[in-house]
């Protein structure tokens, strides 16, 4: 499997005003994203997720480092780059003024679609966004969910084989945000690699096939997601159901230095409470315990900075 991105000592620095020195929003990162996965890129507000889209995509200059982007080198090559890749901002980059089939036909005119290919591609993608009705609708007009499936339409309308979101499902309610994480899976199964920044803990584990974790510009951990887990040095934990002859039920967690020992905290306290165990399930580590463990902040830090709704904890 090929590597779409390859990215050297990527680094970039902004002049700060009054004589300071300069800010460090990405610090000399190194990465690969493979053909065809979901690759994500997690890390608290400021981290440096948006500057590294930035400059991948040929919107701001690294100050040093290289990268090759569908294979083609970012420093001299960035013309080619840009026609082979779609970028889906965090704020959506289409016209209010036009309608949805417009902003796609649009879209494909800048993208050097066939003009008589644009047509039949607009009406193709919106079947497939589930926006067919809302085709004559003007942008402005559309609701938030189906302005970001608009947006990631747009970006797909010359068909390119790289796909770059940046926040994709922040201040969306509960059904968009699962809407448009399936046409992310979608995406993945068709080929399409993707490479996606998110705040959200649960939906880049449901979603990337590996997760980079950047904080204060710099990349702390790189795997999948069983991979990060296996990182992180734990306890034994189980969590053990307790009921007593009343009908009352309680649930208890237990710690120990092998599991043997937490099943047997478990059976000794319901004995000595008058409890019997009604089930009991070992705790394997969650993506939070991994991100807390290898940056020392807590997942709540990232969701805060955010406030958007479209967290897979919202209910998607």
Do not use: W
């Amino acid at each position: 499997m090929s590597d779409v991105i390859h990215v050297t000592q990527l680094t970039k620095h902004y002049p700060a005003a009054r004589g300071a020195p300069p800010v460090c929003a990405v610090d000399g990162i190194e990465f690969a994203v493979r053909e065809g996965e979901v690759f994500g890129f997690l890390g608290p507000n400021g981290a440096g997720k948006t500057t590294t889209i930035r400059m991948l995509t040929g919107l701001t200059r690294p100050t040093s480092g290289s990268a090759r982007v569908v294979g083609f080198d970012l420093a001299t090559e960035v013309t080619h780059i840009k026609k082979r890749i779609g970028v889906v901002p965090e704020m959506s980059n289409l016209y209010d003024e036009l309608s949805a089939c417009d902003n796609l036909v649009f879209a494909m005119q800048l993208y050097g679609v066939p003009r008589r290919e644009r047509q039949a591609r607009a009406e193709e993608l919106l079947r497939r966004f589930r926006l067919t009705e809302k085709r004559d609708v003007p942008f402005a007009k559309l609701s938030r969910g189906m302005k970001r499936a608009l947006t990631v339409a747009a970006a797909l309308a010359h068909r390119p084989p790289l796909l770059f979101l940046d926040e994709p499902t922040t201040g969306l309610d509960v059904m968009s945000a699962r809407n448009l994480r399936q046409m992310i899976a979608d995406l993945r199964n068709e080929g399409v690699t993707v490479f996606m920044t998110t705040h959200y803990l649960e939906e880049a584990e449901r979603l990337c096939d590996r997760l980079a974790i950047i904080v204060r510009g710099r990349i702390v951990a790189l795997d999948t997601v069983d991979g990060l887990k296996a990182r992180v040095q734990r306890r034994a934990a189980v969590e053990a159901v307790l009921a007593d002859d009343r009908g009352g039920v309680e649930t208890v967690r237990f710690e120990s230095d092998d599991i043997s020992a937490a099943l047997q905290a478990a059976v000794a306290e319901a004995r000595a409470a008058g409890r019997h165990v009604l089930s009991v399930n070992t705790l394997q580590p969650t993506l939070e315990d991994v991100f807390v463990d290898l940056t020392g902040l807590g997942a709540e830090v990232m969701l805060a900075e955010k406030g958007g709704k479209g967290g897979v904890n919202a209910g998607g």
